[in-house]
């Protein structure tokens, strides 16, 4: 059975990046046709797709995300991170890891919360 664990900063200063990790058990995240997601959610507004790493390591992003993310694996900590740079208040949101398999059926983590604050 698979899990994923979110961690990292709750709290970030405007115009700082953001660093999240992905920590995922019971499962190789190189195992094939197995992708990788970092989703969102802000306060009050629906749940927004950032971006994913497959397999082989390609990564795909949102075209609103594209220009300040970055999602990146550790094979030998069977982790995936993602980066969020020049963060704003906008971006305050509860943090999701996801895991998809080949017949589509997800498996998500609990998120984490993020506040952008000065």
């Known amino acids: 059975q698979v899990q994923l664990l979110e961690s990292g900063p709750g709290l970030v200063q405007p115009s700082q990046t953001l660093s999240l990790t992905c920590t995922v058990s019971?499962?190789?995240?190189?195992?094939?046709?197995?992708?990788w997601s970092w989703i969102r959610q802000p306060p009050g507004k629906g749940l927004e797709w950032m971006g994913v790493?497959?397999?082989?390591?390609?990564?795909y992003y949102s075209p609103d995300l594209e220009s300040r993310t970055s999602i990146s694996r550790d094979t030998s900590k069977t982790q995936f991170s993602l980066q969020l740079s020049s963060m704003t208040p906008e971006d305050t949101a509860v943090y999701y890891c996801?895991?998809?398999?080949?017949?589509?059926?997800?498996?998500w983590g609990l998120g984490t919360q993020v506040t952008v604050s000065s």
């Open positions: 996801a895991q998809t398999d080949s017949t589509y059926n997800s498996t």
């Open positions: 019971g499962a190789s995240i190189m195992t094939q046709s197995w992708a």
């Open positions: 790493i497959a397999d082989n390591g390609d990564t």
